[in-house]
């Protein structure tokens, strides 16, 4: 096994598309963090196999601040403070017509156990890549910009080192294994700054010119285990 860094952020996002929270330790299950991606705002007209309303359509989802009450271990709660500041609970009607009249787009909330991901329950960026994309971009360098569960610092490699890892298990603290399943193809939402929802173009353009449009990768657990920030990741060879 040959160590390669230290968790250095842990992330979920209760509602897809909508802000992250940062954690100090977490579940990693087989569906992933525990309450992450579990609701999501689906447009009622869409025949698309990517029907959910994102920051595509909705820039200002990225302002919008779920947070989870996991006090009650009978029921999980969820709530959302819009970008004025006003909060709701994630189903309530209020939400649901601002979010219909912001979008100009009849919605309704899915809520998915297993949650509602585009291609796998973890996602994984190296803080080099995050560093690297905004010195080539002059944006500031955000993680969330990229809406990762795991950011990586690594002992002394490069950015897009997280790229080599396809294909291979890393194991994160004593016990927690992922098997990294593929590359992360990116989106226009990266060219959006996760705090204002402003957008530079620059972010994606680069991704696409120098890498081919990934930045990240995706994984699938495969041994359920508690992480924190600070547990080293290590490759298994």
């Known amino acids: 096994m040959r160590s390669v860094g230290v968790i250095r952020l842990l992330r979920r996002y209760p509602v897809k598309s909508m802000r992250g929270e940062s954690l100090s330790a977490a579940q990693l299950t087989l569906q992933g963090i525990p309450a992450d991606r579990r609701y999501a705002f689906v447009q009622k007209a869409s025949r698309s196999a990517f029907p959910w309303l994102t920051a ?17 271990s009978q029921a999980v709660r969820v709530s959302v403070t819009d970008p004025e500041g006003r909060q709701f609970a994630v189903d309530s009607p209020e939400l649901l017509r601002a979010l219909e009249s912001r979008s100009g787009r009849e919605l309704f909330l899915l809520h998915d156990g297993r949650g509602s991901y585009d291609t796998a329950p973890i996602s994984m960026i190296t803080g080099q890549t995050v560093a690297r994309i905004g010195r080539e971009t002059g944006v500031t360098d955000d993680p969330a ?9 690594l002992d002394g490699g490069d950015a897009f080192g997280e790229m080599d890892w396809v294909g291979k298990i890393v194991r994160i603290g004593g016990t927690t294994r992922v ?3 593929k590359w992360d193809q990116r989106c226009m939402i990266i060219n959006l ?14 991704v696409v010119q120098k890498h081919n449009q990934y930045a990240g990768v995706y994984g699938v657990v495969i041994t359920p285990g508690e992480t924190q920030v600070g547990d080293t990741i290590s490759i298994e060879e």
Do not use: G
Not at 57 to 71: H, K, N, Q
């Open 193 to 206: 700054d996760p705090a204002s929802a402003e957008a530079n173009p620059a972010v994606l353009r680069y």
């Open 56 to 72: 595509r359509e909705l820039p200002d989802m990225l302002r919008y601040c779920p947070s989870v009450d996991e006090s009650d």
């Open 179 to 181: 098997a990294i399943t």
């Open 145 to 153: 910009r990229f809406r990762p569960n795991l950011v990586v610092d």
